[in-house]
């Protein structure tokens, strides 16, 4: 049985998205120094997290998978020879959105994507009204 080395990035983001690109590419090359092969990236790096309001000006942030931020990651991935899994703001078509992870193999590859579904919150509530109420 062979081990994999996993290294996990966290980072603190700014509203500049090439800026956090950035410092999410120099955390990258430091897992893979310090011996890691796969690394994932915190969910939507490339901004301040925004999911939890609603505000257009947040489409903005959007872009298509493969695309820009891929093919960058896609050329460190086979620079290092890491597997790198980010977190992107996907539009996959006018009006059509998504929180997706791309996965980027050890040769530069691009192997697919997920598309994350969230729960509606008013779903969650009525969940957490039932435990408590049933509690």
């Known amino acids: 049985m062979s081990n994999v080395k996993v290294g996990l990035i966290q980072?603190?983001?700014s509203r500049d998205k090439q800026e956090n690109l950035s410092k999410a590419i120099l955390k990258?090359?430091?897992?893979?120094a310090k011996g890691a092969q796969v690394i994932c990236l915190q969910e939507l790096f490339t901004s301040l997290y925004f999911c939890d309001t609603e505000n257009y000006e947040h489409f903005k942030l959007a872009e298509s998978i493969p695309g820009p931020s891929t093919d960058i990651l896609s050329a460190l991935a086979a620079e290092l020879g890491v597997v790198i899994i980010a977190s992107l703001f996907e539009k996959r078509a006018q009006g059509i959105y998504h929180n997706t992870t791309a996965v980027l193999d050890a040769d530069g590859t691009y192997l697919g994507k997920y598309r994350k579904m969230h729960i509606p919150d008013d779903f969650?509530?009525?969940i957490f009204s039932v435990f408590l109420f049933n509690a």
Request: net charge neutral; aromatic share 0%.
């Open 11 to 13: 980072m603190s983001c």
């Open 28 to 32: 990258i090359r430091e897992a893979a």
């Open 124 to 126: 969650l509530l009525n």
